[in-house]
Structure formats: structure tokens, C-alpha cells
């Protein structure tokens, strides 16, 4: 098990066995990270963004695949290396399980035909996959990077939730009226927490009370709360507030706005107030950064 960490971004691997690995990365920096991972052709790459967006460079930058938050990404070539070059965006969260075609046969029977790359007519082809995930998904990624297990189990426990991971990921079966389905009830619950998320960002300029927006997605304040900073690694304000300083510097750097249209259209009462809080974000003036990047 690898880990490297420092104030505002983590990166760790993980082995599973020696046909799988788990890599979990964390950038909460204002800037973008960059990350390469040497990849061998017989595996399988799942990559899921559970926040924030990222984009990952293949055939030394020729090709360029966007992975945006809540999407998953399934790469298989056999007949070439596919290393990891992945830059991820500031305030975006990566999980990655590699496992090699004979250990993920091995975990499935022989008549999982709902499986495209598992078929013998299939088995020399390239596959690529970009869908949305599940809200079970999104709970046990979320498990896999906040777990807060004693080193001595980690692996175990991470383990145990890749499993997990996979067979979600391919099971078909989405009936929601199945009610003996033992993440149902975390679903339910991650549904409305990204229904909070979406709410603030289109009301960003006027965002409800937390007991409002706890009424208005159906949950109790204290399970919105927890439900969001677990899932989102930030309290609601602060997260919103998060996305209007990535917001302003678009804006800014667009050339398109002076600083008070700037504050205005995020939903700041006076240019003080944004000065404020976009100095203390970026230790600089909305004025010095415009500076910086028409000059």
C-alpha cells in the first residue's frame, strides 16, 4: 500500500491481490493535478469521478477523454498499453480500480453474458464505457476514500468494497421497487443529497437557508449535513462557496466582466464583500488577478 499526502491533496494505492489494484486521489488544491500511472495491456481500467471533472490523455496527448463528476469510465485493449495520464481539476476526487482480464474472469461465472468483453468472441477486442453511476455506486466510492480504518485492516476493508464496486457496477437489475436491496435507503438519501447539491448551484446567487434546502430534498437537517460532507468532503456553504470562487476566476479570466459585474452576477451585495472572500480564497484581489491575466 502506497500513500502520499500533504495539506490539500492525497494519492494511495492500494493491492488487492496481484491482478488488482486500487488507486484513490484526491485534489483539493486551486489547481490543477496531474497524475501518471504506468498500466500493463492485460488490465482493465474502471475510472469513477465521484466529484469534480477531470481529463484523461492517451497516445501522448492525441487523444483526450473528459470524465465529468458522478461518470465512470471502463478502458480494456488488449493489444496496447494504456498508462494513466490523467489532470485532474481542483477540487475533484478519483477512484480507479485496475484488475487484469484473467482475475476479473475469475470473479465472474461463465454465463454472465450481459458482460460485452467476457465473451470469447469478444475477448481480443478493445471496449471503452462512459456512463453515469448509480447513487449505491457513489455511496461506497465515497466509503473507499473517506474510510477512516485502522492501517492494519485498510486493505481488507478496501477490498471488500471493490467487490462491492463491481458488482454494482454490472448489475443489471434496477428495479427500484426490490426492497430487500440493502443500499436502498443510502440511494434514496444520496439522490436528494446531490438534489441539494444542484439546488444551491442553480440558486447560487440566492441560495436557500440549510433548513429550507433540508425541507425541500425530503431529509432531516442533520442527516443533510452529514450526508453532504460525506459525500462531497465539505460543508454546503462551503462547498458553494467553493464553486463561486471557481466561477469568479472564469469570469475574470474571460475578459468579459470588471470585478463588481463579477460580484454582482455571483450574488455578493457590495464588491467588498466579494473582494473579501475571493482574497482570503486565492490570497489575491479579484483586481491583482485580472491583472495577472490580461497582461
Same mark, same amino acid.
Given at each position: 500500500m502506497k500513500e502520499k499526502n500533504n495539506e490539500k491533496s492525497s494519492f494511495g494505492i492500494t493491492e488487492i491481490s496481484s491482478g488488482c489494484y486500487v488507486l484513490r486521489t484526491k485534489n483539493d488544491n486551486d489547481q490543477v493535478q496531474r497524475l501518471n500511472q504506468?498500466?500493463?495491456?492485460?488490465?482493465?481500467?474502471?475510472?469513477f469521478c465521484l466529484k469534480g471533472q477531470m481529463n484523461f490523455n492517451y497516445n501522448e496527448g492525441n487523444y483526450t477523454f473528459p470524465l465529468n463528476e458522478d461518470h465512470s469510465m471502463l478502458l480494456y485493449n488488449p493489444a496496447k498499453e494504456l498508462p494513466i495520464d490523467v489532470e485532474l481539476s481542483p477540487n475533484t476526487w478519483l477512484v480507479s480500480i485496475l484488475v487484469s482480464i484473467t482475475e476479473f474472469h475469475a470473479l465472474f461465472s461463465s454465463d454472465a453474458d450481459h458482460i460485452p468483453f467476457l465473451s470469447t468472441e469478444n475477448v481480443a477486442k478493445k471496449y471503452y464505457d462512459n456512463q453515469t453511476f448509480s447513487s449505491s455506486i457513489a455511496v461506497v466510492l465515497s466509503q473507499i476514500l473517506q474510510s477512516k480504518i485502522h492501517d492494519s485492516i485498510k486493505a481488507l476493508y478496501i477490498k471488500g468494497k471493490v467487490y462491492e464496486l463491481l458488482s454494482l457496477y454490472f448489475n443489471k437489475n434496477e428495479d427500484p421497487s426490490i426492497e430487500q436491496c440493502p443500499f436502498l435507503v443510502d440511494e434514496e438519501n444520496v439522490r436528494k443529497i446531490r438534489q441539494a447539491k444542484e439546488i444551491?448551484?442553480?440558486r447560487m446567487t440566492n441560495p436557500p437557508s440549510l433548513e429550507n434546502l433540508a425541507v425541500e430534498i425530503g431529509l432531516s437537517l442533520k442527516k443533510l449535513k452529514e450526508g453532504f460532507k460525506e459525500l462531497y468532503g465539505d460543508t454546503? #456553504?462551503? #462547498?458553494?462557496?467553493?464553486?463561486?470562487? @471557481? @466561477?469568479?476566476?472564469?469570469?475574470?479570466?474571460?475578459?468579459? #466582466?470588471n470585478v463588481n459585474e463579477v460580484g454582482l452576477r455571483l450574488g455578493y451585495s457590495t464588491a467588498s464583500h466579494f473582494i473579501a472572500a475571493f482574497k482570503k480564497k486565492y490570497g489575491t484581489t479579484p483586481k491583482k488577478y485580472l491583472g495577472s491575466v490580461s497582461s
Open positions: 504506468g498500466v500493463a495491456q492485460n488490465f482493465l481500467q474502471f475510472h444551491i448551484l442553480e454546503v #456553504y462551503a #462547498y458553494l462557496l467553493d464553486h463561486k470562487m @471557481e @466561477e469568479a476566476c472564469r469570469m475574470l479570466s474571460s475578459q468579459k #466582466y
